[in-house]
């Protein structure tokens, strides 16, 4: 059956709407009805589990809405759902706020790629989220921009990071010739740079902004890459909500797109030892070995760090 936005098939998607009174999930619930899908149960967050397991045929899609939730709740009601999403291939979505990022990766650990994730999502974002979640059938949400021309952009950015990044650090498989003196010359793994010329750098690309309006400059994965690069230098721990505020860009995007540069190996996740509901995010080692590689090369051929 064909909605006013011209999805088919989320007629015969049921949703699963679990927010913390039956006054919340107010824009999920709209969002369902304008794409014609079954509203089959809407519960408070304590009572998602249950609700999920009595919907099971055909398999929803769990949507939680973490607005209001206290941190210990929204942190134990995620970890629950998404492994009983994971276990019965399930879509599953999250909505929180921007406090609520880091328990909410947190919980979800492995499972953080595996689930959409919005951040104080808009009427716009909830149904291009739920659009996606119902079009997809049984198993994993993934990540998904507002229309496929985006998303196609957003993919070859990370696959065109990701081969730069391999190529620095000596481990590209094109099988192109290249220059030897470039290949097989012993390139160093740690560089003259400090994380004073980081800042600065990302500071400078921020003031681009100041002059000609926002929206203009975004590049969220190589903001980020330099930050936690500077994090690196100065020996400190980055969590995924300061690293979403570096990145310049809406939460949501910003989440995307570490979830799209953890996939490449170019950053790793880790839980905080001290505290289960926080998480980190960093550099992998070959990040971190190709960046110090290519500020190496910059400066050998007399090129500004950009």
């Given amino acids: 059956m064909a909605t006013p936005f011209g999805f088919a098939g989320a007629g015969a998607t049921p949703f699963v709407l679990a927010s913390m009174d039956a006054r919340g999930g107010a824009a999920a619930q709209e969002a369902i009805a304008l794409l014609g899908g079954e509203l089959r149960a809407h519960v408070a967050l304590q009572e998602a589990t249950t609700a999920l397991v009595a919907a099971a045929d055909p398999p929803p899609v769990a949507v939680l809405d973490l607005a209001g939730a206290p941190d210990e709740l929204a942190h134990d009601v995620v970890a629950v759902v998404a492994m009983l999403a994971q276990a019965q291939a399930w879509r599953c979505v999250v909505a929180m706020s921007i406090a609520q990022i880091d328990l909410v990766i947190a919980a979800l650990g492995d499972a953080a790629d595996e689930v959409q994730l919005l951040c104080a999502p808009d009427q716009a974002e909830w149904i291009g989220t739920l659009a996606v979640a119902a079009a997809r059938g049984t198993g994993a949400v993934r990540a998904a921009d507002g229309d496929r021309e985006q998303l196609a952009r957003l993919s070859a950015d990370v696959a065109r990071i990701a081969e730069t990044l391999a190529r620095l650090s000596g481990a590209t498989g094109s099988g192109r010739a290249e220059d030897h003196h470039r290949a097989f010359a012993p390139a160093p793994v740690t560089s003259d740079i400090t994380a004073s010329t980081v800042r600065d750098v990302l500071r400078a690309r921020r003031l681009r902004d100041r002059f000609f309006g926002d929206g203009l400059f975004e590049d969220p994965a190589w903001d980020m890459l330099l930050d936690l690069f500077a ?76």
């Fill in 231 to 306: 994090a690196q230098l100065e020996g400190a721990r980055v969590s995924v909500s300061s690293l979403c505020i570096a990145a310049a860009v809406a939460p949501t995007t910003a989440l995307r797109w570490i979830g799209k540069l953890t996939a490449a190996r170019l950053l790793v996740r880790a839980p905080d030892p001290e505290d289960g509901r926080r998480a980190f995010v960093a550099l992998s080692g070959d990040a971190r070995d190709a960046m110090h590689r290519y500020v190496a090369t910059l400066a050998e051929a007399r090129l500004p760090f950009v």
